[in-house]
């Protein structure tokens, strides 16, 4: 079983950065693909961004290309979201989510493990 705990949420203005974090536990971290996924009151779950065992990375065109980044660090088992001149559109709880093997997927129906997310909010 692998659970996946998020952090680093919280208040911020139009502009500024915040960095999430997410620790999954097990043994087997280096060998998961990772995403994050944001999902806005009222609306559907969204990807963000993945990464794969090697370090390989996919975007959202929409949300995530140019402002976010993903990155990972095997030996904290940690999976993390950098985030840049962030939008009050970027408002959500965004969540973690790990899946044995495969590419850095987009659907987020190949990751089977999940985290209960964090919040962050952007104001204008």
């Known amino acids: 079983q692998v659970q996946l705990e998020e952090s680093g949420g919280g208040l911020v203005q139009a502009g500024d950065s915040l960095s999430l974090s997410c620790v999954a536990s097990g043994p087997i971290f280096s060998r998961f693909a990772l995403a994050w996924f944001r999902q806005a009151p009222g609306k559907e779950r969204e990807f963000v961004a993945a990464i794969n065992w090697a370090g390989g990375t996919t975007y959202s065109e929409d949300s995530a290309k140019g402002r976010f980044t993903i990155s990972r660090n095997n030996r904290k088992n940690t999976v993390y979201l950098q985030m840049n001149s962030l939008k009050p559109d970027d408002t959500a709880v965004y969540s973690c989510?790990?899946?044995?093997?495969?590419?850095?997927?987009?659907?987020?129906?190949?990751?089977?493990?999940w985290g209960q997310g964090t919040q962050v909010t952007v104001s204008s």
């Open positions: 989510a790990a899946k044995l093997g495969g590419g850095a997927s987009m659907r987020p129906e190949e990751y089977r493990y």
